[in-house]
């Protein structure tokens, strides 16, 4: 283990197909089959989850008694030529598409393109050896899947999430300067505010992945409740981006030496508390906060009553004051999520 972990392109997944190949190909061997239906079979339906190995399996291999019917008709009737690749690969896909077997289709495409060269006269126990190689392929990589390197994914969301609330806190902090010094929207700023989008992405991604797990193994309450947490952080923190896009769409502005010094000292303060492990808040943030609010209410009062639309200045101050208040949410998830830790370790610690 010491070796795969010195070597980071040597993940997870790519251990398990290596497994599944392996086996396919063995078991494949001992039962006298030509095993690259199989192989072909097991590597592409590696999945990230057990569960939607299962779930595709159930998908995946009527998908494929189409693809190799399709091989055996068509080669019957146009021999290996490159009509029948044609027909073969299009009349595939058309019946997966019809019957809502979408998910199977690439394997069973390549399981009718892969039998043209090797069909002869016997068509009919090619047939069913191709669906017997197949079927080896589904049900390996899907006990590989469910049986060796259970995934979890619990550390790696805990340190992603991590990881981007201390961007976030540099992004506001940096969009903030941009505006206080009376500076345009800089290219990097708008892509970090992009990349750190597409990571929040990736990050629901391996979520929606542990929830699929809990459902076939069996994993402990605290690391259920952690996860439940970091998602509740996660979609706070979806709707800091929300305010923050706000401020990276406004256009450039000169606000007076005053405000803008409110302004920075807030996106500095801001920073600090996505900073801190606790998301805690001082005194000195709770005063800047007011400062920040009086501003905010002496321009909506001072906004013509007949005006529908906020100055530049009102969106500012909001969008800053809505970061603040998720804020205060993330800082009190955190104080539920410890709570339950020392109350879970206290049962545990009683029931042992």
Not at 91 to 103: E, F, G, N, S, Y
Not at 117 to 143: C, W
């Amino acid at each position: 283990m010491a070796i795969l972990k010195k070597f980071n392109f040597v993940g997870g997944r790519v251990l398990k197909t290596g497994i599944a190949v392996f086996i396919t190909a063995l078991f494949c061997e001992l039962l006298g089959w030509p095993p690259m239906f199989a192989v072909i079979t097991a590597i592409v339906t590696i999945e990230p989850t057990a569960a939607d190995s299962i779930k595709k399996a159930y998908v995946r291999f009527p998908a494929s008694a189409i693809g190799a019917a399709f091989s055996v008709v068509f080669n019957f009737a146009f021999g290996d030529s490159p009509l029948t690749y044609m027909l073969v690969a299009v009349a595939t896909i058309i019946a997966c598409h019809r019957l809502h077997l979408q998910d199977g289709a690439l394997v069973a495409v390549l399981t009718g393109v892969a039998m043209i060269s090797t069909v002869q006269d016997h068509y009919l126990s090619n047939f069913f050896i191709r669906l017997g190689t197949t079927l080896t392929g589904l049900t390996v990589s899907t006990l590989v899947n469910l049986l060796v390197i259970r995934p979890d994914y619990s550390k790696s969301i805990k340190a992603k999430i991590q990881q981007l609330i201390v961007e976030t806190g540099d992004l506001i902090e940096g969009r903030g300067t941009e505006i206080t010094r009376h500076q345009p929207l800089h290219r990097e700023t708008r892509a970090d505010f992009q990349r750190i989008l597409k990571d929040m992405e990736a990050i629901e991604t391996l979520c929606k992945h542990q929830k699929k797990e809990w459902k076939l193994h069996q994993f402990d309450r605290k690391n259920m409740r952690n996860i439940h947490y970091e998602f509740k952080k996660l979609t706070i923190l979806r709707q800091v981006h929300y305010h923050v896009g706000n401020l990276v769409s406004l256009p450039s502005m000169h606000l007076s030496e005053e405000k803008a010094q409110i302004v920075e000292d807030m996106v500095k303060s801001i920073k600090s508390a996505f900073h801190h492990p606790d998301f805690a808040m001082d005194e000195s943030h709770d005063a800047i906060v007011k400062e920040l609010l009086d501003l905010l209410r002496h321009e909506v009062d001072g906004r013509e009553a007949y005006s529908h639309r906020f100055s530049e200045e009102t969106v500012i101050y909001y969008e800053l004051v809505s970061i603040h208040d998720l804020l205060e949410e993330l800082n009190h998830i955190h104080k539920f999520e410890i709570r339950h830790q020392r109350l879970l370790e206290k049962s545990l610690d009683i029931s042992s």
